[in-house]
């Protein structure tokens, strides 16, 4: 038995010894590496390739992650960036926005040479299915404003008057509302009716189709629809020559006594923003 092992020994100690001695004069005669070294590279090639694999994905990986950082730093800078463009330009906006104020004002004022007025914001509607009105950011404390005041557009317009003054904001009653009213002529030229005059005021029926009532009306007066409504003066409450609106019907009162009309503001009143204060004017006599 010992012989056995120890031949068998002898055998594998003589096979590694040939299988050495053949590499080496492989590498030494043909500067190769020879079938022994290739045997070896070709039983650790699946290992080198998974190596490699593991290499390049902890590579690829890496770079992702590079990638990814990357990306949000520089979708920061865009937010910061476009959230600086938005306060630019709704800055710009507002710039706009009172310029165009002024530039309305400085207009109204080269129109109407005769009135002092103060330019006003709308900030809320007060109205309900009894009144028709809105409060604007002026009031004693802040301007000269006061109650009965005439409220217009940049135009001349007449959008209504002041009711109501608080201390830095005030009520104003449309054309529309129910206790609006002022003496008016009819026609764009104030002296074509001057031997009459009319009233125009709210109304509470018509209040829900955007219009007010013409009544007491002159017999002498000329109405027509399509005709302009504009203020007369008398009163000293308006300055003459505002414009209310223009007719749209004429009828007879159902007693037989006079006529009426109704009229349609000349400017879409819920649509308006700025407005203009008449806190003083020439009176005319």
Known sequence: ?????????????????????????????????????????????????????????????????????????RNDELARTIARLQADSREAQELAEENEQLRELLEFRERYGGYD?????????????????????????????GRGMGVTTEYGVLLGQVWDVGATRSTVITVLDTRFSAAVFIGGDTSENSDGTATVKGDFNQMRSGMLMLDHIDDDMIVNPGSSVVTSGSGGVFPAGLTVGEIVTVSGHTSGLGRYATVR????????QTVFVIVAFEYLE
Do not use: C, Q
């Not at 009144?131 to 000269?144: A, D, L, P």
């Not at 503001?265 to 308006?272: G, Y």
């Open 265 to 272: 503001p000349l400017r879409d009143i819920e649509t308006i």
């Open 1 to 73: 038995m010992k012989a056995l092992i120890s031949r068998r020994s002898i055998i594998i100690a003589s096979i590694s010894l040939i299988i050495a001695i053949i590499a080496i004069i492989s590498v030494t005669v043909f500067n190769s590496a020879g079938p022994v070294t290739g045997f070896a590279d070709t039983v650790t090639r699946p290992v080198r390739a998974l190596a490699s694999t593991i290499a390049r994905t902890f590579g690829n990986i890496y770079a992702s992650i590079y990638r990814y950082e990357e990306l949000e730093r």
């Open 117 to 145: 007025n103060e330019m006003a914001s709308l900030v809320n509607w007060n109205s309900d299915n009894w009144s028709h009105s809105f409060v604007i950011n002026k009031g004693y404390s802040n301007s000269n404003i």
